[in-house]
């Protein structure tokens, strides 16, 4: 069981993982625009893969031989878990492929990254971001099948999150990254006891999946320290969800208050960076050193202009099993929802 954190224990931690939006302002810096070559090889790949198997969760990294691009995808891995926590791959021909062979590719380079993680009680491991149609007002409705509106800042329950971008809409839908990691390290230097708080455990709605029979929340902290490295779990719109369930424990003053400043350090502009999809691109982010989010975006249906990303969770092997504490490992809090494997 991990130590309790006072104010006077608490201290920055992964300084060379900051950043703030001047110093990640050029494109260039976190963007992979594929070569033509590059496409050549991803399709070949892709080749392979469709000659070994008719479904797509069967393939593994050995399915999707990548000689060449597997470098780049090793340096964008050391970047993401030692860097500045986001990357952009652009350029892939989504519309001379179409969304299926597309579809494949992401998966493919996606086995390259890490091994996918199921991202609900359905077991999906290629999940679809769009709109689903339902009710804002559904107390159970996840970020991902809501349209239209923004979503604020927010960390998913993986190690690394990827999204491919099939079709960005009419407008908007800017995609939001804030370097959670710096926030923390502010905190702590200005208000340590808030940041200590937040070592404490915070309920989490499960938005009803939770295992057969159990509570409808669960606990995790918001801020970990394992030997030298953070780990952030923060998604403060499903810590708040969670006190509608009367078996929740209330959330004090001082977990409020450490909530609001945080994420007041999360929000400010000089924190984060934003960035357009366009179709083809695929993001990349660490979910335990940034925190990502959106604008408000406008769908066509009519026309068929609707925003649809594709979502892979991945638990990549950048981080050794001992390198993350337990609660992180895939048998952690959300371990339940694994026992289904699924595509969308």
Known sequence: MAATMTPDSVEPLERYAEWRAADVADPLMWTHRL???????LELA??????????????????????RFASV?????SKLINGWGFYRISGLPVDRLGFDDASWIYWGIGTHLGIPWAQNARGHLLGDVKDAGKSPDDPNIRGYEMGGSALGFHSDGSDLVGLLCLDPGISGGESLISNALLCHNLLVESHPE?????????PYDYRGEQPAGGKPYYHIPAFTRHDDRLFIRYI??????????????????????????????????????QMRF???DMQFVNNYHVLHGRREY?????????RWLKRLWLATDTLAEDQRPERFQPTGALSHWSTKRTKA
């Open 46 to 67: 892709l080749a392979f893969a469709r000659a070994s198997t008719d479904e797509l969760l069967d393939i593994g990294k050995e399915h999707f031989p990548l000689p």
């Open 298 to 306: 406008v769908d066509d249906p009519e026309s068929g202009r609707v």
């Open 194 to 202: 808030l940041a200590a708080a937040l070592y404490e455990g915070l």
């Open 35 to 41: 070569t033509d070559a590059e496409i050549a090889e």
């Open 236 to 273: 403060p719109q499903f810590v708040l969800a969670s006190q509608r369930h009367d078996t929740t424990p209330r959330l004090t003053e001082t977990q409020l208050a450490a909530m609001k400043a945080y994420s007041a350090l999360v929000d400010d502009p000089d924190h984060w960076v």
């Open 73 to 77: 995808l090793d340096d964008m891995a």
């Open 278 to 280: 366009e179709p083809g």
